[in-house]
């Protein structure tokens, strides 16, 4: 999933209106819903699940998302039930019509639902630590928060770290081929939505992978790009 500029210069309205066959795509957040990001310190990170501010805090704008490739969503996960855990579970079997959109829109067709909490998930200590190794996907990540909370963090061109603060109601997605993260925060838990296109990818591919065909498409499309118009 990437980012992409439309230009209606030249369109008619006809042209640019849905039709019965072509529904509006639901559109991302507005900058105002996006969850609080910020850089965080350089260095080792000593406790994964504390915010990790720098002092002064650095905010990092909804801009600076969008332009590592990072999309989102806001919905009302409360007004829908879910089960703790479900793998699989059936993205068909979705009743909120938001979520239904934004699934066919990017045609999702697979999910499980687990909860990340020390009651729900055999050898937690060891699982959360291991989410927070950094590492890519070979296809796009796409979390929904069903409830809780916690971090991704993600690295900016920079190759700094940006941590986002993810809650219930987010529903974000990182590109095929970024440098992340993940953990729960202070809190220890977090009931989460993992959808995919096709069959479910599981294994992270650890840093280094500079050479990885995934690396080298995220590469290309965020960050060439960019050094090339500065």
Sequence with gaps: ?????????????????????????????PDNEWPAAWLMPAGECENQKAKNMREPNVPVTVAELKEIGICYWKLDASAY??????????????????????RDDRGYSYADIITVH??????????????????????????YILGGSGFFDVRNKNDDWVRIHIKAGDLMTLPEGIYHRFTVDEDDMIHAMRLFIGQPVWTPINRPCEEHESRKKYVGEFLEEKKNDE
């Design 1 to 29: 999933f990437y980012i992409s500029k439309y230009y209606k210069e030249t369109m008619t309205e006809e042209q640019t209106l849905p039709t019965k066959k072509q529904k509006a795509m639901v559109e991302q957040a």
């Design 81 to 102: 039930d879910y089960p703790a855990i479900s793998v699989p579970w059936d993205p068909k079997d979705a009743v909120d019509p938001k979520l239904s959109q934004i």
């Design 118 to 143: 020390p009651d729900k998930l055999p050898e937690y200590d060891t699982k959360v630590k291991a989410f927070f190794e950094e590492h890519i996907h070979d296809a796009e990540e796409i979390r």
